[in-house]
């Protein structure tokens, strides 16, 4: 299983930008896709974007198309989320996550293979 580490939240204004970092450590492998997550307060975890090993093929949840990018780093084991153009409504913890499968990112999360803690981003209207 893969251990992962989120870092980077915190307390933005609307408009605003933020990168979170998510660094892997354990059994990495080049077989994980690595993706984000995010839970609302009251809400249902949802999925947020994703990427491939090679970093060549991403998706994103519509809601942030556009606003959010999703990279890696595989010599630091690390994927980010670049954020912009913030909105209040994109308050929730976000969470790491990786998984050998695609289809986990999906309707199927629940088995995702490892998740990270969460770090909490604040948007503020």
């Known amino acids: 299983q893969v251990q992962l580490v989120e870092s980077g939240g915190g307390l933005v204004p609307a408009g605003g930008s933020l990168r979170l970092s998510c660094a892997a450590s354990?059994?990495?492998?080049?077989?994980?896709?690595m993706g984000w997550f995010r839970q609302a307060p009251g809400k249902e975890r949802e999925f947020v974007a994703v990427?491939?090993?090679?970093?060549?093929?991403?998706y994103y949840a519509d809601s942030v198309k556009g606003r959010f990018t999703i990279s890696r780093d595989n010599t630091k084991n690390t994927v980010y989320l670049q954020m912009l153009s913030l909105k209040p409504e994109d308050t929730a913890v976000y969470y790491c996550?990786?998984?050998?499968?695609?289809?986990?990112?999906?309707?199927?999360?629940?088995?995702?293979?490892?998740w990270g803690k969460g770090t909490l981003v604040t948007v503020s209207s």
């Open positions: 354990g059994r990495t492998s080049s077989n994980y896709y």
């Open positions: 990427i491939n090993w090679s970093g060549g093929s991403t």
């Open positions: 996550a990786a998984d050998p499968r695609l289809s986990t990112f999906g309707t199927n999360w629940t088995r995702m293979d490892s």
